[in-house]
């Protein structure tokens, strides 16, 4: 119980370390003035080769994040992917506002279900184009977070199939959670 414990705290602690604050904040700025600090809200602000970079460093925390638990306590894989995502949405180190969470899922996915991973983001992938030329201009929420709440369910069968399911479920819910306050403010528009 103890290792489980610390494998979650660590995972956390990995995901307060938001790519996009420490960007911004690095240019003497904070991106959460004016947008989320994900790839996106920096492609918007700062560019695509920050977008990219801060894309990165988070996926790369998910991954990180989910081995060095499973080091710590084999199976931990769950308990790391909802640590690392809630961390990313609620990171300690900046006063509990961050990101959307879907970076470190991705690179939480990564690792423990990469087949699951892939698909379910190229099945996000293909519904945003759709969405943009069909209905964002209507319903004028963003077309990221619209394509992951569709794409997140049917993920779920996905990781029934490919492996994941636990980790999958896990870090879809810490996202909602972050999805359900984003909208609650007002910040999933467009």
Not at 3 to 24: D, E, H, K, N, R
Request: proline share 4%; net charge positive.
């Amino acid at each position: 119980m103890l290792l489980l414990a610390a494998a979650f705290i660590l995972s956390y602690l990995l995901g307060s370390l938001v790519a996009g604050v420490v960007y911004s904040r690095l240019r003497g700025d904070d991106i959460r003035t004016r947008d989320l600090p994900g790839g996106s809200g920096t492609y918007r602000q700062y560019g695509r080769g920050a977008a990219v970079l801060v894309s990165l460093v988070d996926i790369l925390k998910g991954a990180l994040a989910v081995m060095l638990a499973e080091q710590i306590a084999p199976g931990s894989g769950w308990l790391a992917t909802s640590g690392v995502v809630l961390g990313h949405c609620y990171p300690v180190w900046f006063g509990l506002r961050g990101g959307g969470g879907i970076a470190p899922f991705l690179g939480a996915l990564l690792v423990v279900a990469p087949w699951t991973m892939l698909a379910t983001l190229a099945l996000a992938l293909a519904v945003i184009p759709v969405y943009r030329a069909t209905a964002q201009a209507r319903l004028r929420l963003n077309a990221i977070p619209f394509a992951a709440a569709l794409a997140l369910p049917l993920g779920a069968l996905i990781a029934t199939r490919l492996g994941g399911l636990g980790e999958f479920l896990a870090g879809s819910a810490a996202m909602a959670l972050r999805a359900g306050h984003l909208l609650a403010e007002g910040r999933g528009k467009a």
